[in-house]
Nanobody, 120 residues
């Protein structure tokens, strides 16, 4: 099984910063991509940013220039640095990984989520 463990959520004032981390553990052949999605109350889950094992990144338009996603292959960890946070950035942030299992089948794995609250 593959597990994703997130950390770094919390309460921050508008304009502030937070860094989220997500570490993958378990038995797998490789990780092809990792990323972050978020879900606000009453809203659908939406993509925030993704990071592939080749270093390609992708961002939602709403976070471009404010958020930075990066990865550490040696630690199977992805980070999301969030700057200039806005109230509309609040929600539950979910880590995501596209994993190649030992049987060479792909699997979509989700973390349990970490709450980000942006409020004064």
């Amino acid at each position: 099984q593959v597990q994703l463990v997130e950390s770094g959520g919390g309460l921050v004032q508008p304009g502030g910063s937070l860094q989220l981390s997500c570490a993958a553990s378990g038995s797998f052949f490789s990780i092809n991509a990792m990323g972050w999605y978020r879900q606000a109350p009453g809203e659908e889950r939406e993509l925030v940013a993704t990071f592939t094992n080749s270093g390609t990144t992708n961002y939602a338009d709403s976070v471009k220039g404010r958020f930075t996603i990066s990865g550490d292959k040696s630690k199977n960890t992805v980070y999301l640095q969030m700057n200039t946070l806005r109230p509309e950035d609040a929600g539950v942030y979910y880590c995501y990984a596209l994993v190649l299992l030992m049987n060479l089948k792909s699997a979509h794995v989700w973390g349990q989520g970490t709450q980000v609250t942006v409020s004064s």
